[in-house]
């Protein structure tokens, strides 16, 4: 009732104050337009009028877009915690969980370790995530989402350009979301401070930007009963009466940032020819702790050891911090004919700790730490040229590490509408340091491994047309990376899970195939996407859905003179069963089994949106067949998917 009453509250003022007048101004901009008006409307005839595209975001390598507030059916997919379009990824119960991974080539991969505890990473913002930002004049943008039960999800910033050469930014993304189940709340914060800078002849180039992240979640492990979740019991239908594994356990991810890059022209005065000096600092520190005061777990009135024996009886609190520094300096030569030439070497230093040595009782020893260091060398060819668009990187280790990295990147615009992609990556890539070494206060959650570098080939190719978008992606994994539950039988019967690293020695051949199509008529639309998937294998090591499809049918209007633009409409979601990774807390990563099969289950989202001025109104009904669909959905083994839910969003606007 409050959602509707908010709601109310909202839209009947915006209404009554967006009626057209008689005597309005023909200077002022349209707000119908597909980009609202972005100067006040009781500014003077005189006022300059700052163009859209006067608002650009881009990333460091340089792709550019625009400041939208449109309505559309791509930015209600964006409408999440992540505020991306998530399809491929499966959430868990509450908001600011982990995400089950549908699609596999959504994995990016680097070639530098990195400190690991991967599910907890989703929401967590890399360098590539971060956006800078050109204005013409101060921009602002509030983002606001209900949750689960109790709490909030925010995200705003603004950002504005002090001078044309000197832009900063500020941002603050917060989320509380209390969940259904025991044990779930959820709290995170993601800061992030940006700013950009370049002389008036642009002969000096800067990007830096500084984040300060937590993600916080209490962990619950799972349900102890599914026949309970699943038998649809009214008594259960209250999720706080559902047996849990872990009643006060809680995980905690922190990590701020310092990062630059920026360039200097040697030449004083551009022209055909033109020399760069460059340079990329990136300063990283992480932590990620494991709490669990109470270590057995009740389970129908039976103690559980659920993680086995722990050295201590009680309090078990595991820390990992981990500290990175990376330099790349270069020298890049530019010519107007031939491209972009840039060659590089860089320097990368970590250090990955606990606050002890544990002696084995065979004897054999696990170290406090892992520091790496390493050098290499690199070279980097960007052309741009009528439709070609192109950027091919190769770099290589000088040093004892052996790691390398080929990328190459290839656009062909056949015109505004039309356009091809194609990637190739061969990777050879070091573990992440969590896989190497782990220390826990749980025994057999302690290890030092040397594992070998995973080998990855990837092929992949785009079109984008209006008839139809398509994506295709052809991988090779050797000396795969995973983690796998190696509990013994009677670890088994006894509830007992214990998750090792290990390293696959086979080749796993991955095939992806993903399409979308977009068919109008009049006011409805008909929106659908469909991934394939095949994985050629002889252990059942990388799992994944054979079918993934999203369906969406919507309608959409304007209304009161065009004041207001709705959209309507129906979203189905299916994918194939298979055996779904399961997720382990004390780790932070997911894990492969094959015990169980999830998926197989329809799901149906209702939603209404709309927007006024350059303000957009979000309202979801989501998995309204719950309740009559049967109980056998799961993000994981033991993890429910979400019940019915309403959700009430909106993202403001505002271009001063």
Known sequence: MRIFFFLYLLVVPALLFSQEKKNASKSNLDMNTKYTSITDT?????????????????????????????????????????????????????????????????????????IGFKAKHFSYLEVSDIRYYSVATPFTELFFNTTINKGQ?????????????????????????????????????????????????????????????????????????????????????????????????????????????????????????????????????????????????????????????????????????????YNKAGLAYENSLLGKFNFFIDDYRSNYEYNRIIINADGSRIPDNLFLQFNNVG??????????????????????????????????????????????RNINKLPNNNYNLYQSSFIQYNWSNDFKNEKINSLSASIYTPWLNAEAQYTVLKDHLYFEDVSTDAQIAAQTQIVNPAQYGNVINYLSVKANKEFKFGAFGFDNTFLYQKVDQSDLILNVPDFVTRNTLYYSSYFFKKALFMQTGLTFNYFTSYYGNDYNPVVGEFFVQTDKKIGGYANFDYYINFRIRQTRFYFKAEHFNAAFSGYNYYSAPNNPYRDFTIRFGLVWNFFQ
């Not at 009781?42 to 650009?56: G, P, S, T, V």
């Not at 975001?57 to 059916?73: F, Q, R, V």
Request: proline content about 2%.
């Open 42 to 114: 009781l500014k003077k005839k005189q006022a300059k009028i700052a163009k859209i595209e006067q608002y650009q975001i881009y990333t460091l390598e340089h792709d550019t877009t625009y400041a939208d507030t449109s309505l559309t059916l791509k930015s209600a997919y964006k409408q999440n915690y992540l505020r991306k379009d998530n399809f491929g990824l499966l959430e868990f119960p509450n908001i600011g969980q982990p995400y089950n991974t549908l699609q596999y080539s959504l994995t990016d991969f680097s070639p530098y370790p990195e």
């Open 153 to 325: 999800n925010v995200d705003s910033f603004i950002t504005l350009n002090t001078s044309e050469n000197l832009n900063f930014s500020i941002a603050y993304r917060g989320l509380r979301s209390e969940g259904n189940y025991i044990n779930q709340l959820v709290s995170t914060g993601n800061f992030r401070f940006t700013t950009s800078y370049f002389t008036t002849d642009k002969r000096y180039i800067l990007n830096a930007h500084v984040t300060f992240q937590d993600i916080s979640n209490e962990e619950n492990g799972g349900i102890t009963t599914p026949e309970d979740f699943e038998s649809g019991d009214a008594d259960f239908k209250n999720r706080q009466r559902l047996q849990v594994y872990l009643t006060d356990a809680k995980s905690f991810l922190k990590g701020k940032r310092l990062f630059f890059d920026h360039a200097f022209r040697v030449n004083p005065t551009a022209g055909n020819n033109n020399l760069y000096v460059t340079h990329q600092f990136n300063y990283e520190n992480k932590f990620f702790e494991y709490n669990q005061p109470t270590v057995f777990s009740t389970v129908d009135g039976a103690e559980v050891a659920r993680f086995g024996d722990a050295y201590v009886a009680s309090a078990i609190n595991d820390q990992t911090r981990f500290e990175k520094l």
């Open 379 to 424: 070279g980097q060819y960007e052309y741009q040229k009528n439709k070609w668009n192109g950027r091919f990187l190769y770099s290589r280790s000088i040093t004892n590490e052996s790691l390398s990295d080929l990328d190459a990147k290839l656009r062909y615009n056949l015109n505004d509408k039309i356009q091809f992609d194609f990637r190739y």
